[in-house]
Structures are given as C-alpha cells and as structure tokens.
C-alpha cells in the first residue's frame, strides 16, 4: 500500500463528516475522506478528475501549472511568483480556455513551487504549483475565485435553454491553519463555510503541520440546484492559507454511484441465507 492509500484510508476511518453551516437551511453537504492520490505528484486530487489524467465529464480542475503553455489561454500569470512564469499561473482547467476571475489583493494572492519560511507552505506531497494567500503578518486577507464567467460559457454551450448550474467544489487543502477559513457563495448569498478551526477539531490536526494527513485534506462540497455554487472565497488572518486542485463539477456531470462495502454485501448475503432457509422449511 502506497503513502497515499494509507493516507486516504487514514481519513476515512476518522471521519465521514456532513455539516451543515451558516445558520441557514442548506442542503450543502461537505466531506473530507474521499480525496485520492494525483497523478502530477501535487498530492490530492478529487476522485473525479486528475490533473494529468482528466476524468469524468463536466469535471473541471484548477491546477495553477503551465497555465501559459496553451494558446490563446486567458490564464493569468498575474499573482505568480517571480521565476515561475514559465510554470505557475492561475487558471488551468485541463487545457479548457475558459476563466475564472480571481479578485484580490495582488501582494496577498501567490502562485508558486515549494516551500518558503515565513511565506507559503507547499500542501503534503506536492511538488507542483499552487496557490495560497496571505495577510503578511497583518490584518486579513481575501480573494475571491468567481466561476460565473465559466458557468455561463458553459450554459451557452450547451444551448436548448438548458441552466447549467456548479452542484460540485473540491479543493486540497493545505497546511491547515486556525485562522484559515473557506466561504461558498450562490449569488451573493453564502450557502456554507468551513473555518480551519473546524476542521483541525474534526481531525485532530495541529495548526499549520505540512506534512500530516490531519491538516493536509483533499475537501469536497456537493450543492443542491437550488444552492448551487458560483463563487469561492477564501480567507486568512495569517501566513498562510494554501490549495491545490480546485475542481468544480456542472449539474450536468456523472455521479457515480459506489460499489458495495464489504459490509453491505455480508449484510446481504445474511439476509439471502436467512431467506433460503426459510424457504426450505
Ligand atoms: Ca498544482
Ligand atoms: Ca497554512
């Protein structure tokens, strides 16, 4: 069994969490246990799409790598730290030239590779680019990653009056800190959050380890139609808050139904056994 495979088994025995947040009705529900091993060498992934790989359909991933190595991409080298131009970039949903719009302070937003005191850790066994914010050690800082653009692209595409709608959000994150925290906004309204404080507390990881699955988790969000997603934001009170693999999925995408557990299946085969032996009485 590989480091990841434990790592992901690691997660699912503590916790298969669904929270509701924000006070208000929602039918958000966000689990922590389903990330899988990326094949890029940038750590976790969402079970339904890889970064090299791709996946399935109406999946789409955010890698912050070789944005600029496609024509015509509209991907944005503006937040990428210097000497990485060439590499990291906002903007790289597996080869697609759609946007997303980024709006932030520039000096708080990073793209970058590896790990710098003081500055920015790389998320638990990535060796690939990523993002991350940071307050600078001062106030707090926030950006905003706004889908609309891409949502509505999207809905054109697919014509015959047919809404697309965002129903899946999946994100790694990294080095979970205490003052990090994560909004998901429908139209302006906010749907649900998730504040690293929670998060640790559910693991019972410590703030800010680079390495432990504890504080290094590949998140998912699934939304309901009627509170589906459009717009992600993402807070800090310190250095730093960082992500990897953000991956949004369409109301029009697949959604695997899982195989059986083992469990289930014994179940079953109780219950067969149980109805065998009544039949033959
Ligand atoms: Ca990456
Ligand atoms: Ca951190």
Redesign the pocket.
């Known amino acids: 069994m590989n480091k990841f495979s434990k790592f992901t088994k690691a997660l699912s025995l503590t916790a298969v969490i669904g929270l509701g947040f924000a006070g208000v009705s929602n039918a958000a529900t966000i689990n922590f246990n389903n990330g899988v091993a990326a094949s890029?060498g940038?750590g976790l992934t969402s079970q339904y799409i890889d970064?090299v790989n791709g996946g399935l359909p109406d999946y789409f991933i955010e890698?912050?790598?070789s944005a600029t190595g496609v024509p015509g991409f509209p991907g944005s080298t503006a937040y990428t730290d210097a000497g990485f131009e060439q590499d990291c970039a906002v903007n790289s949903v597996n080869n697609s030239p759609f946007g997303i719009s980024v709006n932030g302070n520039a000096g708080e937003i990073g793209v970058r590779q590896g790990s710098v005191s003081g500055v920015a850790a790389a998320p638990a066994n990535?060796t690939?680019?990523?993002g991350y914010l940071s307050n600078n050690n001062s106030g707090s800082a926030t950006v905003e990653f706004d889908y609309t653009n891409l949502l509505n692209y999207f809905t054109a595409q697919a014509g015959n009056g047919v809404q697309l709608g965002i129903t899946y959000l999946g994100f790694y994150w990294g080095s979970v800190d205490t003052y990090n925290d994560f909004e998901f906004y429908s139209g302006g309204s906010l749907v649900t959050e998730i504040s690293g404080v929670g998060l640790l507390n559910q693991f019972g990881g410590s703030s800010g380890n680079q390495t432990s699955p504890n504080s290094n988790t590949y998140v998912e969000i699934e939304f309901s139609i009627a509170e589906q997603f459009d717009t992600l934001v993402i807070n800090t009170s310190g250095v730093a808050g960082e992500f990897?693999?953000i991956v949004i999925g369409l109301s029009s995408r697949e959604i695997p139904v899982p195989a059986p557990t083992g469990l289930a299946l014994f179940a079953f085969g109780l219950v067969a056994l149980g109805l065998r032996s009544r039949l033959k009485k």
């Open positions: 890029d940038s970064p890698t912050f790598d990535d690939t680019c990523y990897d693999n």
